[in-house]
């Protein structure tokens, strides 16, 4: 595991898109792999300035390998690929990406400097608890991606795809979905900005995550619903409850034995896998504090007055804060 920045662990600094929800996604699913003991190393394809590669470099354990895959700048693949890559501000630049990681974690992760499809010559199939796919976003790109992402995967392991649903990337919502329909991938949840899923049993793994969320019920909303019988289950941050644009709230340390425990302890196939051990029980400061400010602390799962959700649902958020001060 790398050296921590002292706390509050915050990515204000690294410039980015990966958002808050999605950084808190991650940290729970990787927690959860680390209690559950999921072998396997880590992958991210699109590293950009390293916001979301950041995050990914907290949850290596002794022995795990975590690569990384980004054009930097060189040629990108195709016509439409290259017309992508230059809206892209600011540039990537690999030096940029190295300082920025380097400010985080003591050592750099494995640098796949290239087109994504390099990455099959760097990284075994079979190896990965969880592949992050935001490099290209175009249909032929991103299926591509996806088959790879799915050979590359250990049993069960999570694949995080960006911009399924933003109105810019059409190719990807249509890349997911025809895996999903006919590639066998099944969703673990959806945020906002990015498409969690799985090619094993997401069963469990949707079970922990909705009775944690079923804590927090302040700080996340959450809507379930099946479709084509798969149960998906919709979840978003109460932006009442997010930082100011451009400020992202602390994050924990990882807690001891979600980051520390190793592949030692990995269950073999035919034994039982160990017993989970209890969730780190972290939310934001900023949500903790005003709740105890509104006399709220610890009301664990109670709900909100129906008064309060129709406020909500008509209040525009802006009012609702303006309303707070
Ligand atoms: C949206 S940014 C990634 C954002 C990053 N994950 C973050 O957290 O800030 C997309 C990145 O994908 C890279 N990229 C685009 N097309 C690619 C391709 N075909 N192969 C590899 N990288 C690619 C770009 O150079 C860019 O750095």
């Not at 990965?128 to 790879?148: G, K, N, Q, T």
């Not at 992402?149 to 933003?166: F, H, P, Q, S, T």
Request: glycine letters at 8%; one cysteine or more.
């Amino acid at each position: 595991m790398t050296a921590l920045p002292a706390s509050p662990w915050t990515l204000d600094s690294v410039p980015g898109s990966f958002t808050e929800t999605d950084m808190r996604v991650f940290e729970w699913l990787l927690s959860y792999q680390a209690r559950r003991h999921t072998p396997g190393d880590l992958l991210e394809i699109g590293v950009h300035l390293g916001r979301s590669a950041i995050v990914l470099g907290r949850h290596l354990r002794e022995g795990d390998v975590f690569t990384v895959c980004d054009l930097f700048g060189s040629p990108a693949p195709g016509e439409d690929n290259r017309r992508e890559v230059t809206e892209l501000s600011p540039a990537p630049d690999r030096d940029a990406f190295e300082i920025n990681y380097l400010a985080y974690h003591s050592t750099l992760p494995e640098v796949v400097h290239g087109p994504s499809a390099s990455v099959a010559f760097h990284v075994k199939p079979g190896s990965c608890r969880f592949v992050h796919l935001d490099a290209s976003h175009l249909h032929a790109e991103i299926s591509a991606d996806l088959a790879a992402a799915r050979e590359l995967l250990v049993e069960g392991g999570v694949v995080a795809v960006d911009g399924y649903r933003c109105r810019r990337t059409p190719g990807v919502a249509a890349a997911v979905w025809e895996a999903f329909s006919a590639g066998g991938l099944r969703p673990v949840c959806l945020s906002p900005g990015k498409f969690y899923g799985t090619w094993g049993d997401p069963g469990p793994i949707q079970d922990e995550l909705v009775a944690w969320l079923a804590e927090r019920p302040d700080e996340w909303t959450v809507a379930e619903e099946t479709v084509a019988g798969r149960r998906v289950i919709r979840l978003d941050r109460d932006p009442a409850d997010a930082a100011a644009p451009g400020q992202t709230l602390p994050l924990p340390e990882v807690a001891p034995e979600a980051a520390q425990e190793a592949a030692p302890d990995s269950p073999q196939e035919g034994t039982p896998a160990p017993a989970p051990v209890k969730a780190p029980a972290w939310t934001s400061t900023r949500s903790a504090k005003s709740r105890r400010a509104k006399g709220k602390a610890g009301r664990g799962k109670r709900k909100k007055s129906w008064r309060h959700r129709l406020a909500r649902k008509l209040v525009p958020n802006a009012l609702r804060r303006l309303r707070r001060r």
